[in-house]
């Protein structure tokens, strides 16, 4: 079932319930009200009937009758009986011969007891009056058919089932047409969302002044595809250019090993083609390692966080660059230590945060004069900032906002070795962290990255 017909559906139930409940409430209080009514016309009567009858005894039986009879249409198949204080029948009328009322003497008793006393006697509703009399008490008892009331609450009983059925009918009607005018902004974004495919990004839902539900949720969609537009550009970018870069050492290989196997040669020469393929393979490695690194980085779910001391990392990091690249030099420029070490902690990753600095400061020696690079850490609440300085090749404006995408390269480091991932997979690692990566660069304060990471301490 749609969604339309499930609005207009549940609409319709709750109309009908609402419209039953009132519907209820309205003959309950009219079958009450009828029953009070006529109660009070009995009683008027009986007490009209007492009054002849007080007043003038010695002919009241026969003004009474032509009273009762004249009066067949005050009360439908009345009955009249009035019984003396011996319990003895004194006067007694019926609409129809041979139905009268004759009490028993649990009836007279509990008439006298209680004043007024009302009961059924076959299908007649009837009241029993006791009038006290120091002279001279006696009960009036006046019973008739409430065929009126009857009637009435029948018809009463039609006309409200008439309406609830047609109230629910209206309200199903009225229901769809709102359910239907409601559901068409989400068929529209629908429509719009199944022209959208992994080829057709650019495609946007429209979107509306209005500040609802709806409008949000065209505007959380456009949202997703700007994300997924993106993510998708980014994807499509690193496939072409690692594609580009895998098939360059791998056709250097091919195309030596090719050379070599066209003729005999001696063990001089297959040394040195061995040597130069070996080179490729080793550069083909190292490629391939930089780019599983960038995978992983890409996947929080993989990570573990554990507590890391940066200053520990920073220091290897140091350690390993000058013992695998004799010509690189890093000077190393602490602030004070604080007394607390958790300043010093953060939550990541060791091997992540290693692999981050470790490309960046490599990065500084080998783009710096003399392969020098200058860092400086410094802790306090606000975490842990390190700064990587060099005064070697200028990073152009234009190229500032290109260097952390895969695979590119500048003019002057073209010449250099390398793949340009270091800085893409060092940026996605600082993200990971939650910290920050920024670079400047200018002829007179040469090249700086900064990066930022919160402590413990200021997390917790």
């Known amino acids: 079932m749609s969604i339309k017909y499930r609005i207009a559906l549940l609409f319709a139930c709750l109309v009908t319930i609402i ?10 209080f009219s079958v009450k009200e009828r029953h009070d009514a006529f109660r009070r016309r009995l009683k008027n009567r009986a007490g009209t009937t007492a009054n002849v009858y007080a007043g003038i005894k010695d002919y009241s039986t026969q003004v009474l009758q032509k009273m009762d009879a004249a009066g067949v249409a005050s009360l439908y ?16 009328y019926s609409d129809r011969p ?67 059925a047609l109230a629910a009918l209206l309200s199903f009607a009225a229901g769809f047409v709102f359910a239907k005018s409601l559901i068409r902004p989400m068929s529209t974004i629908t429509k719009e969302v199944d022209l959208i495919t992994s080829n057709n990004l650019s495609q946007r839902i429209e979107t509306t002044s209005k500040k609802d539900e709806l409008n949000k949720l ?3 969609f456009n949202h997703l595809l700007d994300r997924l537009q993106e993510s998708f550009s980014t994807q499509r970018r690193f496939i072409s250019n690692a594609s580009h870069e895998l098939s360059t050492p791998l056709t250097s ?15 001089t020469e297959y040394r040195e083609v ?21 995978a992983k980085a890409g996947s929080q779910g993989n990570i573990e966080l554990t507590e890391v001391r940066m200053d520990e990392v920073l220091f290897k990091v140091i350690r390993d660059i000058e013992k695998h690249n004799a010509s690189f030099t890093v000077q190393l420029e602490l602030d004070e230590f604080p007394d607390d070490e958790k300043l010093l902690t953060v939550f990541g990753n060791g091997n992540l945060l290693y692999i981050a600095l470790k ?25 842990a900032m390190i700064s990587v300085f060099n005064n070697g090749d200028i990073i152009a404006e234009a190229d500032i906002q290109n260097i952390f995408q895969p695979f590119f390269r500048t003019d002057s480091a073209r010449a250099k070795p390398g793949f340009g991932l270091g800085l893409t997979l060092a940026r996605r690692i600082v993200a990971l962290h939650q910290g920050s990566l920024k670079v400047s660069s200018d002829p007179a304060a040469g090249t700086r990255f900064t990066l930022k990471f919160s402590s413990i301490l200021q997390k917790s």
């Open 359 to 383: 490309n960046i400061i490599e990065n500084g020696c080998k783009y710096a004069d003399k392969n020098v690079s200058i860092v400086s850490a410094s802790f306090s609440n606000e975490g």
């Open 274 to 294: 061995l040597m130069s393929v070996h080179d490729d393979v080793l550069e083909l490695q190292q490629l391939t390692r930089s780019l599983l690194e960038i």
């Open 98 to 164: 041979g139905d009268s009322i004759f009490l028993t003497p649990v009836l007279i008793g509990q008439a006298k007891l209680e004043k007024e006393y009302y009961f059924n006697y076959k299908n007649k509703q009837a009241v029993a009056v006791y009038f006290p009399d120091n002279a001279d008490s006696f009960i009036v008892v006046v019973a008739a058919e409430d065929s009126d009331g009857r009637e009435y609450l029948f018809q009463l009983r039609e006309i409200l089932w008439i309406s609830t």
């Open 253 to 267: 290989i091919s195309s030596q090993l090719e050379v070599a196997l066209q003729r005999e040669r001696n063990e």
């Open 218 to 220: 065209a505007l959380t």
């Open 77 to 92: 198949n009345k009955s009249v009986t009035i019984i003396e204080r011996d319990n003895s029948l004194r006067y007694q």
């Open 19 to 28: 419209l039953a409940l009132v519907s209820v409430s309205v003959y309950f």
